[in-house]
Nanobody, 120 residues
Framework: QVRLAESGGGLVQAGGSLRLSCVASGTFESVNLMAWYRQAPGKQRDLVAHITSAGSTYYVDSVKGRFTISRDNAKNTVYLQMNSLKPEDTGVYYC??????????????WGQGTQVTVSS
């Protein structure tokens, strides 16, 4: 079983910064894609950024230049550094990880979510 533990959310004023962390633990062979999603109140869960095992990254346009996703493969951890936060960044941030348990089995797991609130 693979589990994710998220941390780092909180309340911050507009223009401030937060850093989210997500650690994958359990029994698995490898971790492939790691990502952060965001769900604003009353809206669907949307992708914010992802990073592959090789380090390739993707960002949604609204966070480019402000957010940085990174990972530590030795620690099975993904980070999201969020700078210049805006009120529209408010929401519950979910960590997403997929990988391999053992050929041919793959896994997909979600974190429990961490609240980020940006006040104006």
């Amino acid at each position: 079983q693979v589990r994710l533990a998220e941390s780092g959310g909180g309340l911050v004023q507009a223009g401030g910064s937060l850093r989210l962390s997500c650690v994958a633990s359990g029994t698995f062979e490898s971790v492939n894609l790691m990502a952060w999603y965001r769900q604003a109140p009353g809206k669907q869960r949307d992708l914010v950024a992802h990073i592959t095992s090789a380090g390739s990254t993707y960002y949604v346009d609204s966070v480019k230049g402000r957010f940085t996703i990174s990972r530590d493969n030795a620690k099975n951890t993904v980070y999201l550094q969020m700078n210049s936060l805006k009120p529209e960044d408010t929401g519950v941030y979910y960590c997403y990880v997929n990988g391999r348990i053992g050929a041919p089995s793959n896994f997909v797991v979600w974190g429990q979510g961490t609240q980020v609130t940006v006040s104006s």
